[in-house]
């Protein structure tokens, strides 16, 4: 009798044992976890108070530690590359008042603290896309360090450049520009802006998306590159085309004698960006007393360039048009045009001044080219255009 109760005996203490045992490892658990609450807000609320009275990086130096993640914010807001390194994203929510006043920061030493290469910023100035787009990326092959591309279009559209492209994202924070106009100005300003950004960019080329290059990358940079003049036609007319326009109420800033009149389409160096970017003097006499049938965007770079900087200018253009055909306009290349023997002439054209010294060599691009000529300039690139 006893031998078979006391197994059953022993298996009930045995089970009470048991549930007295889970009852207390919770309860333990439990004071365990309100500790280590306790213990991490005493510690948030001391480190808080210690950042906010004697600063992170006090803190840091004072205990010997160095985290990696306050490593990479010193990193960040203390080295050269912070100035120096070109933005990785084009887009922004700078006014242009904001925009115009960072670009035109200098530094006074001419000395740069690092290696350089100087660049060639294309400023590509279109309504919507690049249909020679492929044109370019064979140009720009093989070239990365030396050029940089910028895009204004307007606001509503959309690219869609393949992550490949040299194009992918390259827009600007962009807004309306009405030929004739201010607003184109303002339009080739914020470009101007933006690739000053980029201490690196040294030159300036404002494109349509109509425009070819007609040399090689190499010609092209280098032909720049040793150039002692800017290029942007800045002429004297003294006609009713020219002075014609001029209003008498943009002295004394700005007098007849000082009106000039040149292509839209310019390449210039550093200082004259930033001689354009900074300005608060002449624009708002163009603003103001220059406006249809007095174009702006054909008269205040010009004129604004010859007043602050005449012996920086070479008073021509290097991109080819044909006015030929007359108009308000010149003329438009389609599929049908585009032969070795049309390319000759453009390289043709005639002679002019580099460097003081005459030359045969006197455009680097050339527009209007249609979408349909994409096609016949590819076939002809490697024989014609070099590349």
Known sequence: MYSRISPLEESKDGFVTSRTNQSRVPHRMLQFLVLFLVMCVTFSVVSVYLIRHFGAQNIVAATGLKTNIFQCVEEANTSLARWTKAPSNLLHTMSDKELFWLASLVPRRKEYPFTRVPKIAFMFLTKGPLPLAPLWERFFSGHDRRYSIYIHSLP?????????????????????????????????????????????????????????????????????????????????????????????????EVEISHWRKGSQWFEINRKLAIYIVEDTTFYPKFTDFCKPACYVDEHYFPTMLTIRAPNMLANRSVTWTDWSRGGAHPATFGRGDITEEFMKKIYEGGECLYNDRNSSVCVLFARKFAPSTLEPLLLLAPKVLGF
């Open 156 to 252: 509503s559209f959309v690219p869609n450049f393949p992550s490949s492209s040299v194009f992918y994202k390259r827009q600007i924070p962009s807004e309306v520009a009405e030929w004739g106009k201010m607003s184109m100005c303002d339009a080739e300003r914020r470009l101007l802006a933006n690739a000053l950004l980029d201490v690196s960019n040294e030159w300036f080329v404002l494109l349509s998306e109509s425009c070819i290059p007609l040399y090689n990358f190499s010609v092209i940079y280098h032909y720049i590159k040793k150039s002692k003049y800017s290029f942007i036609g800045a002429f004297d007319d003294p006609g009713p085309f020219g002075r014609g326009r001029y209003n008498y109420m943009m002295a004394p």
